[in-house]
């Protein structure tokens, strides 16, 4: 074939697969239904796809001493992950067998997978799954404790986790105010700039579901936009209609909307004294 003819082949062969791929699309081939299982060949990249990417991730991660922290590393364990993931001898909630990709007892995973992995995969969730991300909620220390606890979950009994769940015990009720300080004060590693991160502060709106809700430049989400777009959020005058829009307000509006405006609909997230500034460090970007 000429060069010529090749080209044209190959526009052509181009133009068949996206005409292709926007009729999948349009006619809602396919289906999206959590009791539709993925098939077997999908599933298997997609595990495949997962491993080496966190591999690579992980791969020079420091680990700290590990020793002493499975206990501290249950409770926690108990607190964030029981409901999806089960235990040894207990199953998950009942939302958690609704979810596709179902989430995986993790009895297992320590014998397949380096703490690292773990670690990595605690920190910063894997998208598309249903597993969250836990860097801007749990300290650092705290996820190596969790870490530790699954790496020992994969020779744990559901006899000897009954024992040693009995033995630490539950915590009750949402963070008190000691630890949520104490988690502002480790969340984010040091060094920190005290103007804020705007980097940081982008990844942020994700976490904190600003996006859920508003509508910003450079960040893919809001397709349900319950609040007004922050597009040139920087050269407005006004914070909600009623704070000038300072970087001390704007911390301040973050942090607690609701004392500002008790009408507002937007909610306390339980936004902390750093990531407001790295949120607001991001805002005053948007020019
Ligand atoms: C809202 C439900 C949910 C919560 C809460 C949750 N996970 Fe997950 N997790 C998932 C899903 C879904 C996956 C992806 C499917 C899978 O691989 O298990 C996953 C994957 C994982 C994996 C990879 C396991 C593997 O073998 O593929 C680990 C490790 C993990 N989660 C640990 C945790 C820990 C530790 C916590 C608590 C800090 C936690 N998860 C909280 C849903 C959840
Ligand atoms: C549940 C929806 C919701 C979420 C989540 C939410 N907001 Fe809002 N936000 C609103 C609404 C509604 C307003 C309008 C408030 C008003 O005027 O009372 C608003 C107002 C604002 C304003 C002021 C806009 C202006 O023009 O004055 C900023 C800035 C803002 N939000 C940033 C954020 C950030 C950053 C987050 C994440 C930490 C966030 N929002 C999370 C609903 C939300």
């Known amino acids: 074939m000429s060069r010529r003819g090749a080209i044209r082949l190959l526009v052509v062969l181009t133009l068949a697969g996206t005409l292709a791929g926007a009729a999948v699309v349009y006619f809602g081939v396919y289906n999206v239904a959590a009791t539709e299982q993925h098939t077997a060949p999908v599933y298997w990249l997609l595990n495949a796809a997962l491993k080496r990417s966190v591999a690579q991730r992980a791969e020079n991660i420091d680990v700290p001493p590990l020793d002493g922290r499975i ?14 993931h089960g235990a040894p001898g207990v199953p998950p909630n009942a939302f958690a ?52 606890f699954v790496a020992a979950l994969a020779h744990l009994t559901p006899r000897e986790y009954e024992a040693l769940a ?31 991160d705007a980097g940081r502060g982008k990844k942020a709106l994700q ?66 004294e750093r990531d407001a500034h790295d949120l607001a460090a991001f805002l005053e970007t948007l020019r």
Not at 121 to 148: L, N
Not at 169 to 183: C, D, F, I, S, V
Request: hydrophobic share 40%; with cysteine.
């Open 207 to 272: 976490q904190y579901a600003c996006v859920s809700c508003h509508e910003i430049p450079g960040v893919v989400g809001a397709i349900h936009p319950v609040g007004p777009p922050l597009a040139g959020m920087a050269r407005r005058g006004f914070i909600g209609g009623v704070l000038p829009n300072t970087r001390a307000n704007m911390v301040r509006w973050l942090r607690d909307p609701k004392a500002v405006d008790p009408d507002t609909a937007m909610p306390n997230l339980g936004v902390t």
């Open 97 to 148: 067998l609704g979810m596709t990709p179902l989430p995986a007892n993790l009895a297992h995973t320590a014998r397949t997978w380096d703490v690292r992995d773990i670690y990595w995969v605690v920190r910063y969730g894997i998208k598309m799954t249903g597993m969250p991300a836990w860097e801007f909620r749990v300290p650092d220390e705290q996820i190596w404790d969790i870490a530790a």
């Open 71 to 84: 206990e501290n590393g249950l409770v926690l364990y108990r607190e964030h992950c029981l409901n999806c």
């Open 166 to 196: 009995a033995r630490v015990g539950t915590r009750e009720g949402p963070l008190k105010p000691a630890e949520t300080q104490a988690r502002e004060d480790a969340v984010t590693p040091t060094p920190h700039p005290a103007e804020g």
